[in-house]
């Protein structure tokens, strides 16, 4: 049984990362879509924006990775709980900074030079995956 949690939640850590980063460019991607009829000259702006929810995906990867190699059998409920954790926190980090991006973009196309606001804001989830990375680090 400790076997399966530990795979589950190894799992969990990687799958949730993964689709909240997934879930997260799309909000934002949809917005630049969106912002490229109104105003293409600001394509890269909006390009940058909605690359940013990607990084929870690698936080997630990175943290699947770390625990490659531990003793499943042994482990399993840390890890489980460890794996639903960080995966839960970059998913809905991912979504928020998603949502975030989309609203900077929105105000990049109106006309408003909010870039490095959004910017800002968007680094505000994130910190929350960071620090769940981290957590997941820090175990044995």
Not at 80 to 91: I, M, W
Request: net charge neutral.
């Amino acid at each position: 049984m400790n076997e399966i949690l530990g795979y589950l939640g190894w799992g969990l850590m990687l799958g949730l990362a993964g689709v909240g980063s997934a879930y997260g460019t799309t909000i934002a991607g949809n917005a630049a879509e969106g912002a490229l009829k109104k105003n293409k000259e600001k394509g890269s702006s909006y390009m940058i924006l909605s690359a940013l929810p990607a990084t929870q995906g690698l936080y997630g990867f990175v943290a699947f990775l770390m625990w490659m190699g531990k003793d499943f059998a042994a482990q399993g409920p840390m890890l489980f709980a460890v794996g639903l954790a960080v995966g839960l926190v970059c998913l809905f980090s991912a979504i928020r900074q998603g949502q975030v991006c989309a609203n900077g973009i929105a105000g990049i196309a109106a006309g408003h030079d909010v870039q490095t606001n959004t910017m800002i804001y968007a680094a505000l989830p994130e910190f929350y995956a960071i620090l769940a990375l981290v957590g997941a680090l820090m175990l044995p």
